[in-house]
């Protein structure tokens, strides 16, 4: 059996879940921890089958290459970077926001 790819996440992506956590429990405390738990669990399934949500963005380097995964209402961006077998997470917008353009 073929391990999974791990996960990691830049440092933009793990402040991204952190301002969707505060912003949720100004409104709803009771809910924010779900919310941000339905996004990592979404977020962990990308160890197994990790290129199987549409490319957001191609490069002529695959490891540059951008996916995007919608978990409603946010759209997850990350690079699949085979060498390492390692999912690399970018960022976490919400669907009502402006998407990024660029993924430096």
Same mark, same amino acid.
């Given at each position: 059996? +073929?391990?999974?790819?791990?996960? #990691?996440?830049?440092?933009? !992506?793990?402040? $991204?879940?952190? !301002?969707?956590? @505060?912003?949720? /429990?100004?409104?709803?405390? %009771?809910? !924010?921890?779900? *919310?941000?738990? =339905?996004?990592?669990?979404?977020? $962990? ?5 990790? #290129?199987?949500? /549409? +490319?957001?963005?191609?490069?002529? $380097?695959?490891? #540059?290459? *951008?996916? !995007?995964? =919608? +978990? ?6 990350? &690079?699949? /970077?085979? @060498?390492? #077998?390692? +999912? @690399?997470?970018?960022?976490? &917008?919400?669907?009502? &926001? %402006? %998407?990024?353009? &660029?993924?430096?």
């Amino acid at each position: 059996m +073929v391990d999974g790819y791990s996960i #990691r996440f830049t440092p933009r !992506a793990s402040d $991204d879940l952190v !301002a969707i956590f @505060e912003y949720i /429990k100004a409104d709803s405390p %009771q809910n !924010a921890a779900g *919310v941000v738990q =339905t996004l990592l669990d979404a977020i $962990d399934s990308l160890a197994i089958l990790p #290129r199987r949500h /549409k +490319v957001h963005r191609l490069y002529r $380097d695959p490891g #540059r290459s *951008v996916r !995007a995964m =919608t +978990v409603a209402p946010f759209v997850v961006y990350y &690079r699949v /970077k085979e @060498e390492h #077998r390692c +999912v @690399e997470l970018i960022t976490v &917008r919400h669907c009502a &926001r %402006q %998407q990024p353009w &660029r993924f430096d």
